[in-house]
């Protein structure tokens, strides 16, 4: 029977951690991250490889969706362990030759890190040997405008994101800075969200009694959240 070799340990930031520093050159230039971001949230994200159908569709898909995310302070940073020469290559395919779901001559106008020796890669665990030792998997790093890391999500080489989604964890998140609450399952804007914890007994008999909240016990109070706050709040002009 075949054994999986003990994997080499590469270093994985994690959650509330500082996002780790780089330097790199990328299709819009040099860039110096995070500090480059500072004030903004970014989304940083890895994919295995240029000229591959799955990257394709994803590159496709936040170029369609780079100035929604734009217009919730975000920017978006990719990374492949490709040359630039490669990206621009493939940047240019894209825009002159390929059609998916209704996209087409689209621009990626976002920066794409090129990581030939994988050092960017390697810093933020991209590299997940038993999945391939030379490509990155689909990594996708949520990062606040503090530089701090606040989501992060793995996909295989095989399975292409779900951008519906990646926009809804950035809202979520700067749903819960501004309000300070948390975000149920399935969260969207519009729907209620949690209060936090009672610290004491009395707190947790005053929620209970509470016409704000809506609480089915004491550590599970929910309450209304205008959509259009929410996203005056985290949207600009
Ligand atoms: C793709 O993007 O299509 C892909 C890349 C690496 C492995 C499998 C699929």
């Given at each position: 029977m075949d054994s999986i070799e003990a994997p080499q340990v590469f270093s994985m930031p994690r959650i509330g951690d500082a996002a780790p520093k780089f330097k790199a050159t990328t299709t819009q230039g040099e860039i110096n991250f995070p500090e480059d971001y500072q004030g903004s949230w970014v989304i940083l994200f890895s994919h295995p490889?240029?000229?591959?159908p799955v990257c394709t569709t994803e590159f496709m898909s936040f170029a369609h969706l780079e100035d929604k995310f734009n217009k919730a302070n975000c920017q978006l940073v990719g990374l492949s362990v490709d040359g630039l020469y490669s990206h621009i290559a493939w940047l240019r395919t894209i825009k002159e030759k390929i059609e998916f779901k209704g996209m087409?001559?689209?621009?990626?106008t976002f920066p794409l890190i090129e990581d030939i020796k994988m050092d960017v890669a390697k810093k933020y665990g991209m590299i997940q040997p038993n999945e391939d030792s030379t490509k990155a998997v689909r990594a996708v790093f949520v990062i606040?405008?503090?530089?701090?890391?606040?989501t992060i999500i793995y996909y295989p080489l095989s399975l292409g994101r779900n951008f519906d989604e990646l926009y809804r964890v950035l809202i979520a998140l700067q749903t819960a800075d501004a309000f300070g609450v948390a975000t149920p399952a399935?969260?969207?804007?519009g729907d209620d969200v949690i209060v936090g914890p009672a610290g004491s007994c009395g707190t947790a008999k005053e929620r209970m009694e509470s016409e704000e909240m809506d609480c089915k016990d004491w550590f599970f109070c929910t309450k209304k959240l205008d959509k259009d706050l929410v996203l005056d709040t985290v949207l600009k002009d």
């Open positions: 490889a240029d000229f591959t087409k001559d689209l621009e990626v606040d405008p503090k530089g701090i890391i606040r399935d969260w969207k804007p």
